[in-house]
């Protein structure tokens, strides 16, 4: 009896050292180190209070680093992190963003003169649209002309012209208003295309420049 209580002592001995030799990291025991906020070198056989706000290396016997702890933050200080995380997303999204247009602006103009030509291009369309208005507008003022010639008999009480002349002169000063308002738009249309190619020419001249620097950019 007593031989049997002597075994199941052992046992548990044995049991409790197998445990404690289980939660030994591979290879010995790790080493501690950091550096604290007032730019010492801290080592210690465990996790180091002084660095709790900073990284700390765990370190093997033989020196190699183990693995790294990360600091212990406050719940403000996490959420400030993960703001300074979210902002530096943010900018490096913008900045690959921007590298794309770059790179597309550079495909669709690849010198000076494509640039040129497709600004030309642009404008020439405004104009004949612009052209096509004041042609209508002349036209209109012809129209005009004639419906004024016709009011002049009724000078003294135009109340007395027919309705349909009325009607007409109504008709003309509202098609002669959408003549002027659309060719205002134009020019304000054309306004905006200079102002964009303007823009676009600022952001080419350093990428001809880099990309083929024998290019004119003028």
């Known amino acids: ?10 046992l548990l001995l044995l049991a409790a050292a197998g445990a404690a030799h289980a939660q030994q990291p591979a290879g010995g025991p790790g080493i501690y180190t950091c550096t ?12 180091i209070a002084d660095c709790v706000d900073r990284e700390q290396r765990e370190l093997s016997p033989s020196g190699s680093v183990r693995r790294k702890l990360e600091p212990t933050y406050t719940a403000r200080e996490q959420a400030e992190r993960e703001d300074r995380e979210r902002q530096a997303q943010l900018q490096a999204a913008r900045l690959l963003e921007e590298r794309r247009r770059e790179r597309a602006l550079l495909i669709r103009y690849p010198n000076a003169a494509a640039h040129d030509r497709e600004r030309a291009e642009a404008l020439v369309q405004i104009d004949a649209v612009t052209n096509a208005a004041r042609k209508r507008l002349s036209e209109l003022a012809e129209e005009r002309r004639k419906i004024d010639d016709e009011l002049e008999f009724y000078a003294k009480d135009v109340s007395k012209a027919p309705d349909s002349l009325r009607r007409k002169f109504d008709d ?19 306004k905006r295309v200079n102002a964009r190619f303007d823009e676009e020419r600022a952001r080419l001249r350093p990428l001809w420049a880099g990309n083929a620097p024998a290019t004119s950019t003028r």
């Open 172 to 190: 003309n000063s509202k098609s002669m208003t959408v003549q002027n308002r659309f060719i205002a738009d134009q020019d304000d249309e054309k």
């Open 1 to 10: 009896m007593q031989y049997i209580r002597i075994g199941s002592l052992g």
């Open 36 to 47: 604290d906020g007032r730019g010492r070198t801290i080592t210690a056989d465990r996790p």
